[in-house]
């Protein structure tokens, strides 16, 4: 097994069509996250080159835009979880002479390993943040089953009350007739 096997590094047009989305969509994301203290490996012309880590980054990066996270907000939350300088290739490693190979093939397998569990946590994130949006529409809906009863009830007692009061007023409208025709009949007296 060597070294390229175990990191593999992708350019934009691959990345584009890894997350699904567009090279100029790719090229934004990434020049944010940068603006924002991510770094990417370049090679001598400037050009980006993806590793299976910023692989991982850019997609929680859709996840997020794709849950109505504020565009700002995700690129600091990605660059929060994700900042370069917690992937392996910052860990000190002592190398003897000769051993460059075995140094680089850990390290490959480290940043695999990192990027694997990074990925997992991902997932996992998405799926704890599913669970909570799932509990809050349930909540949700139980409160205005609630509300709706409640209104119901109101609405109940507001037709009682006007029920009451129609015949009240037909009583009233009643008795003020009588007393009228009570004063025509003591009036032919």
Do not use: C
């Amino acid at each position: 097994m060597s070294n390229q096997d175990l990191k593999y590094l992708y350019n934009t047009a691959q990345l584009a069509t890894t997350l699904n989305i567009g090279r100029s969509t790719v090229n934004k994301y990434t020049r944010s996250l940068e603006e924002a203290g991510y770094e990417y490996l370049k090679d001598g012309y400037g050009h980006r080159s993806y590793a299976e880590h910023d692989i991982i980054a850019l997609r929680a990066l859709v996840e997020l835009l794709a849950r109505g996270v504020d565009y700002g907000s995700a690129i600091k939350d990605i660059v929060a979880r994700y900042k370069p300088n917690s992937r392996s290739e910052s860990l000190d490693l002592t190398a003897t002479p000769g051993s460059s190979h075995h140094v680089a093939i850990a390290d490959a397998m480290l940043t695999a390993k990192i990027d694997e569990l990074m990925y997992v946590v991902t997932q996992l994130n998405g799926k704890i943040n599913d669970i909570v949006d799932q509990r809050v529409r349930n909540e949700v809906a139980a409160a205005t089953a609630g509300i709706s009863g409640q209104v119901n009830e109101v609405l109940n007692e507001v037709r009682t009350a006007q029920e009451r009061t129609e015949q009240q007023l037909s009583e009233l409208g009643s008795r003020i007739e009588q007393h009228g025709k009570r004063k025509k009949f003591l009036g032919l007296f």
